[in-house]
């Protein structure tokens, strides 16, 4: 059985109840943990506020060689770590040593940052002197939710820990494994008990007392807009200060003179990476229409070749989707959007066999002509189908793709370097990629705009998300006048 991680062992639920993870590929259970509850997020908060004596003291360059330890046990235990994310998650197993991997890079990108971490100074006047200290916020929580269970949680570790904070972190009740054992080997880094502590347990009651401990100063939070809006306003009541990564429908436009083969491909993993559950995914496709149906066909061919499986089998491309529920929902937005007049240029259906019959498989959908209003496009899809709408000319893709209440990724394809900065300055989103695949750097800040969310993780700016800038002004002897305050 699993177990929580706090101040610094392996422990048991306080209620001594447990929950069974299942394998969504199988239906077999994989494991079980504690169902955490409010008290365990208490003695996790209390053990992270005792250990923030000592952490937020400690030198950056120490923290960043503990870090760097931390590194070298993941890349360690990488084998073990991505067969058990891809038995609880249902992910290829290509798909979870990429993540396991991306956790690394994150948690090396910041503890790499830990010798050129500053503040600044200010001359104010002759003999004043103003100094701007980072200070880290104290207790952090993060919630994680289960598509990328595991580098989504480094987005958070590194900057917290390395900025001098401790942690008490959540992952979601359903991709629990490999999130707390990644912890625990954290901790064998040789960091003080307390500093990283991880209890699971259900979002309403784990994920609510991280919202409310009132000695929790910062949550950071990655999980659907419904969910950030609630813990924006929890959060609210001691103004705690909140990074908020949400949900997204990013547009892909391909103009008439882009790469089609590159384009195409780009297509392809943008949307059937992860299964479709990334927040970063091409989940509305908009297609010049002087080669709209070249490029339907090219991608059509592509898509029917993505070998659907259990993640554990090395061959597989297209794992399941994670639940039941996850699997209908993206199955009700076909069939609506098909109502609406779309055409189905492959998939709509659950694949058939042995092989299939105990997990949530769904073929890779492609939908052609797609009404703009249906709920595929207007809501977020988070599953394997994609919507294609063709457009007249850029002007028409881009008012398209801002029609949104989303602003997370968005991409534009073509040769023609005018299109592509017109396209990156008024698409409302965090982040266009030009000619590209999606791709996250953690060299470069990341962070919806509109209802994708608030603040931002990666880049040094996520750094500043983990401070508190505060103001030190040092008066000598020759300044002693008076002057007047705000
Ligand atoms: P979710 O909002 O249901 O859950 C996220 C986390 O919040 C889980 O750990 C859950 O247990 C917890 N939670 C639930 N109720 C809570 C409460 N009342 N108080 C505190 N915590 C609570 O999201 P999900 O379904 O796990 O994840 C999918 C969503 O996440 C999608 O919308 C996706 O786009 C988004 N996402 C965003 C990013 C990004 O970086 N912008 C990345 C990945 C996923």
Redesign the pocket.
Known sequence: MAKMFVAGELRDSKSGEVTEIRNPATGEVVDTVPKGNADDVRDAVAAADEALKVWSRTAPAKRGELMQEAVRLIRENEKELSTTLTKEQGKPIRESILEIRRFAHTLEHYAGMAKTLRGGYVNLDDGRYGFILKKPMGVVGA??????PVS?MGNKIGPALLAGNTMVI????TTPLTASRCVELIHQAGLAKGVINIITG???VV??E??QNSKIRKIG????????K??MEVASKEVKRVTL????SDPMIVCDDADLDRAVSAASVGRFFNCGQ???AVKRLYLFEKIADTFMERLTEKVNKLRIGNGLKRETLLGPLHTKGQREEVEEMVEEAVKRGAKVLTGRNRPKGPEYDQGYFLQPTLLADVDPDARIVVE?C?GPALPILRVKDLDHAIAQANRSVFG?GSSVWTRDIDKAMKAAERIDAGYTWVNSAQIIYDELP?G?VKQ??LGK?HGNEAIDYYTEAKSVVVATEKTSEVVGGE
């Open positions: 919630i994680v939710p289960w598509n990328f989504l959540k992952p979601a009740g259900p979002g309403g994920g609510e991280i919202l939070f990655t999980g659907e807009t419904g969910t950030g609630h813990v990564e949400l949900g997204g990334a927040c970063l977020e988070f997370l990341f919806g994708s969310g993780e």
